[in-house]
């Protein structure tokens, strides 16, 4: 089952360093029914813990500023969110997505994001690889420099000049 070798991928990159792992519950859930509920130090979203011992510190859900916050605070960090693919690549973080396809496919060609699926070999290696200092040499792709905006008022200007002078050479007012 793909939880379980995603589990011991987890366990084995857990004795190099902490993983933090702020569970939904129904991943939780589906956690403890498998009995695998074990292996994983789960913290009360309450209590002042300790996250620097290596292993899988589990965390209730975070808020979006504070999961932002954890993030670019990450050597690396494994997912199977699009989104979180994406502000990886941003953020110039490697992301190791625990799927076999992507919706952002410019995230594994451009970005920081390796498509590892539940291989729990690929994963370990692939955590290896960047825990050792030899993360995939990635860049932003283009058009996410944060400068949308300019580009898109850029464009409505140049429209609405264009559309003045259609107005004016046709008479219109």
């Keep these: ?25 129904l ?7 498998l009995g695998l509920g074990e292996k994983v130090r ?10 620097s011992s290596p292993g899988i510190h589990g965390l209730d859900p975070l808020g979006y500023l504070d999961f ?11 997912t199977d969110s699009g989104g979180i693919q994406e502000e990886t690549a941003v953020l110039d973080i490697p992301c190791l997505t625990l799927r076999d396809t992507t919706e952002r496919p410019i995230t594994p060609k451009e970005g ?27 860049k932003i792709p283009e058009y996410w420099d944060g400068k949308t905006a ?17 107005t004016k050479t046709k008479g219109m007012r």
């Design 1 to 25: 089952m793909w939880t379980k070798k995603i589990m011991a991928a987890l366990e084995a990159i857990g004795k190099r360093v902490p993983i933090i792992f702020p569970f939904h519950p």
């Design 68 to 78: 932002l916050s954890l993030m670019t605070r990450a050597t690396l960090v494994l």
């Design 27 to 33: 991943t939780k859930k589906q956690l403890l029914a």
């Design 150 to 166: 300019e580009r898109i008022i850029k464009i409505l200007a140049e429209q609405g000049l264009k559309s003045r002078e259609l």
């Design 112 to 138: 920081t994001n390796i498509l590892v699926w539940n291989d729990t070999k690929k994963i370990v290696e692939e955590a290896s690889k960047i825990l050792d200092g030899k993360a995939k040499k990635a």
């Design 42 to 51: 789960f913290h009360n979203s309450k209590e002042n813990v300790d996250l």
